[in-house]
């Protein structure tokens, strides 16, 4: 806690509206704080109550607010709820999901007992693990010591709101909800008593162990999720009126899931709900993906998000590989301003705004259930998601500048620190830091706070971006994917203003930071991504639909690659 407390000053500097802490709880760490022992304690490695309260109170004093990573599926089995409902202790006996298992013979004719369903655990393999002492099978749909919550409890449901009540006494300005679609599972009072299997998907090359052997029908995105996700929204809004000027509370969900299914988490037209996370730079764009293509998803989230509700826009998370690995190095400049000019909330991971590439990570080194759970000191790398994890790398000192250890940090360094680190970068006007920060200096024009928002692919590797605000300066975002330089002539884009004004110049780009030119010919280098600043627009009358851009740019801080070493 310390260690992210001494770093504020360099968040708020960099133009950064919100900290999201992945888990800060008290855990055995099996998954990286993800298997929670204690909602309300800290874990020691990373401080005490008291430093996590100076942290609020400091990161306050700067505007930075502080989101927490809320983890409502599972506990660690380490968890006194667990033990008391291994015991039988009422009301714990029903917080979690629990059954008997089924009968069946052997070729040879002896009874077996075998787990209540087919169902596969994230992580592969079953997800239902026996208990000796309770005579039973527990549910858990991540790693064996995360045994799954049962919500059809409303003790469960009162106790999980008090924990997020706990943390709004506090102090902090929301929530980050993990794996939310796994809340609920098929009801076995509606399936004569039992748990159903799950439809085999057909992939070819997969067995049973496989999380993607199945179609997960019985154990994702059930109706029941969204209604608990929409009485947390209320919880929340119950604090609007009572923390002065930080009394906005915002909560973002993490759910893998068909569009359609993603967008109910924002609520319906009488409640309120979550601010889904998009997940389609992640997902749908690629290296090879065309300015069409990466259009078309802009469009697909803006089209089916309902009226009045807040976009979001995610180039990287601690699951999925670093946009320069993802994507390439040459588009990381155009990825992280696509993000930060589009509508809505724009959520970068640590180290994307410095362009850090996955580091290597071997097989004696790796820590990710997911990789481990292969068993395979091969192919375990098509697994992992410790390359995207290892530690920020702040300057060319030993460990990056991320820890004053003498030995080993939790996942190693990167190999490139030596060269690519924040150091560097902010020594070098033409850096990725500094494209990034000049970006977000101008996130915050009311163009692209509450402009009308424009996307036009004008061949596969130019694509144009307008947010345009009656009244005010309007802003224009280019991007040229590829590697030859291209003049493009934007007269077709009537209501944008004729000059413009470089305000953020990527670093393939020739055009420079200040230089002025006329919308008719605008020189782009190969791979360049950059923002003009135009005036001040001025048409008005025609029906428009105005976008906002919430006021937290959230920098997601992974607790077991920053927090684990204070952040030092």
């Not at 990710?368 to 000192?397: A, F, H, M």
Request: aromatic share 12%.
């Amino acid at each position: 806690m310390t260690g992210i407390t001494e770093k504020l000053p360099y968040l708020q500097e960099t133009g950064i509206d919100a900290i999201w802490l992945s888990p800060i709880y008290k855990s055995p760490m099996y998954d990286f704080g993800y298997d929670i022992t204690d909602y309300r304690q800290i874990q020691d490695e990373y401080g005490t109550m008291a430093d996590f309260e100076n942290l609020l109170n400091v990161s306050k004093s700067l505007g930075v607010r502080v989101v927490l990573d809320f983890v409502p599926n599972h506990t660690g089995n380490e968890s006194q709820w667990f033990n008391r409902s291994i015991a039988g202790e009422a009301p714990y006996n029903e917080y979690y999901v629990w059954a008997d298992g089924l009968n069946a013979t052997y070729d040879n004719g002896t009874f077996y007992t075998k787990p209540p369903s087919n169902w596969v655990s994230n992580f592969r393999k079953s997800a239902w693990e026996f208990n000796e002492v309770r005579g039973q099978y527990y549910l858990h749909q991540f790693v064996i010591g995360q045994p799954d919550l049962n919500y059809r409890s409303d003790s469960l449901q009162e106790e999980m709101k008090n924990v997020l009540r706990f943390w709004l006494d506090k102090g902090v300005s929301g929530f980050r909800v993990d794996a939310v679609n796994k809340l609920y599972e098929a009801d076995p009072r509606n399936y004569g008593g039992v748990y159903p299997d799950e439809p085999l998907s057909g992939i070819a090359g997969l067995g049973p162990d496989d999380y993607e052997y199945l179609i997960h029908v019985y154990t994702e995105n059930l109706n029941e999720t969204y209604d608990v996700v929409y009485n947390w929204r209320d919880l929340l809004d119950e604090y609007i009126t009572t923390q002065g000027e930080y009394d906005d509370k915002i909560m973002m969900t993490e759910t893998y899931a068909d569009l359609p299914l993603m967008i109910k988490y924002y609520g319906t037209k009488t409640r309120n709900g979550s601010i889904p996370f998009n997940f389609s730079f992640l997902e749908d764009i690629t290296m090879n993906s065309t300015a069409w293509e990466i259009k078309t998803v802009i469009d697909q989230w803006m089209t089916y998000m309902p009226s009045g509700r807040v976009a979001n826009w995610v180039n990287g998370n601690h699951d999925k590989s670093r946009v320069a690995t993802r994507q390439g190095v040459d588009r990381i400049d155009a990825m992280n301003m696509l993000a930060l000019i589009l509508p809505g909330v724009a959520v970068t991971y640590q180290g994307e705004e410095i362009g850090m590439i996955d580091g290597y990570v071997s097989w004696n080194d790796t820590k990710d259930p997911w990789g481990c759970n292969t068993d395979d000191p091969i192919n375990y790398v098509l697994k992992s998601r410790d390359p995207e994890r290892t530690p920020y790398q702040w300057d060319s000192s030993a460990h990056a500048g991320f820890s004053n250890t003498t030995g080993a940090t939790w996942l190693p360094v990167a190999d490139n620190y030596l060269t690519l680190n924040l150091a560097a970068q902010m020594a070098n006007q033409k850096s990725h830091y500094h494209f990034y920060k000049d970006v977000v200096t101008n996130r915050k024009t009311p163009a692209i706070q509450e402009g009308d928002l424009d996307t036009r692919a004008l061949s596969e590797s130019l694509l144009v971006v307008t947010r345009l605000l009656p009244g005010e300066a309007g802003m224009l975002g280019v991007v040229n994917l590829a590697s030859e330089a291209q003049t493009i002539d934007l007269t077709s884009l009537r209501l944008l203003p004729s000059d413009l004004e470089v305000v953020a110049s990527g670093v393939d780009c020739a055009l420079e930071k200040g230089a002025t030119l006329t919308k008719t010919s605008i020189p782009v280098s190969g791979h360049c991504a950059l923002l003009f600043r135009s005036g001040v627009v001025s048409y008005g009358g025609a029906a428009s639909t105005h976008y906002l851009s919430y006021p937290l740019m959230l920098l997601a801080l992974a607790s077991y690659t920053i927090i684990r070493t204070n952040f030092s």
